[in-house]
């Protein structure tokens, strides 16, 4: 970890990678609440880092602590990728074995990999023998029908045979055919006592959940039965959830942070993005979410949105839209 950066539990608490949303300017936002969240970007893909122009790995030494999540299932390039990544500063290594989209399916990575336990542990190993930071799994409790336990628990031994040892999962199965992502989401149950299953049959591992979860007491809740808690849209739709981790979990007297503080933490990173040829909107759009439930919530979101686009928009239109809050 770099000097400086806070003590903090791997996988405690974190915020799940959530493609076109957990984007660097997001997590820069994000870290403005928590200081000790743990911080996923959004699934990079192994083919993406290796042959695209445009430096997939770049992140802000601010967004601190950040893991990379990893796309692929070619063990040679997940470990070429994952050495990429350790060299960058990158604090965790993940796979990405959960995600159910049929594009994600066509590259074979994502959630059809639980169906190739034994290809799985190839990457894990090929990927831990080149780095010394951790390289875990995001995963789903099944696919298909292949979703009794049994199913799920050899899935974890296969991969831990193979020296992994951290799982996050997500506690749905995923549908790979009739089901779009969105719907993948919502429609499967949940089944957070299979994860806790796992945790008591594997004490071993550290095994976080995610999945549904939505307040910091549900959060201290499932952390009585796994080591972890990830979590996703509410973490994204309602970012002041994160103002009040670091209190509610790992220090006692950390302040909570208000979305108006965070806020105001962010202008001199606009300012800065925006010197450098970032369009306003890139960064604006992941902080719409920042006064839920506050008065003036509504005009805040809509200013934002109808001015962030405009050519030449800067500091001024985040500005004008703080004046439509009460908090």
Request: with cysteine; charged share 20%; aromatic share 10%.
């Amino acid at each position: 970890m770099p000097q400086n950066q806070p003590h903090f539990y791997r996988g405690r608490f974190a915020v799940a990678p959530m493609l076109d949303w957990t984007t660097r300017h997001c997590r820069y936002f994000h870290r403005q609440f928590s200081r000790h969240a743990l911080l996923y970007t959004e699934m990079v893909t192994a083919q993406a880092i290796i042959h695209a122009k445009y430096d997939h790995l770049d992140f802000d030494a601010a967004e601190h602590p950040v893991a990379l999540q990893l796309g692929g299932s070619d063990p040679a390039q997940l470990k070429h990728c994952a050495q990429l990544a350790e060299q960058r500063g990158y604090q965790e290594i993940n796979l990405n074995v959960g995600c159910p989209s049929d594009r994600v399916q066509n590259g074979m990575f994502g959630a059809c990999l639980m169906a190739k336990a034994n290809l799985v542990a190839e990457c894990v190993q090929q990927m831990q023998s080149a780095v010394q930071i951790p390289v875990t799994v995001k995963t789903r409790i099944g696919i298909d029908d292949f979703d009794s336990y049994d199913f799920l628990y050899n899935f974890v031994q296969t991969a831990k045979q193979a020296g992994c040892r951290e799982f996050i999962v997500h506690a749905r199965k995923a549908w790979l055919s009739g089901l779009s992502p969105k719907q993948n989401r919502e429609i499967p149950p949940l089944n957070y006592e299979r994860v806790y299953q796992l945790k008591q049959d594997f004490s071993d591992l550290l095994i976080s959940i995610n999945g549904g979860i939505k307040k910091i007491e549900e959060i201290k809740q499932h952390l009585q039965h796994v080591d972890g808690v990830m979590v996703g849209r509410e973490a994204y739709q309602n970012p002041s959830l994160l103002g009040r981790i670091d209190q509610a979990l790992f220090d006692p007297n950390a302040p909570i942070i208000t979305p108006r503080q965070a806020v105001e933490r962010m202008l001199p990173y606009i300012e800065s993005q925006l010197s450098q040829g970032v369009y306003l909107n890139h960064i604006v759009r992941h902080m719409l979410g920042a006064f839920q439930n506050c008065k003036g919530a509504r005009q805040w979101r809509r200013y934002l949105s109808e001015n962030a686009y405009k050519e030449g928009a800067g500091i001024e239109v985040v500005e004008t839209a703080l004046g439509f809050v009460e908090e």
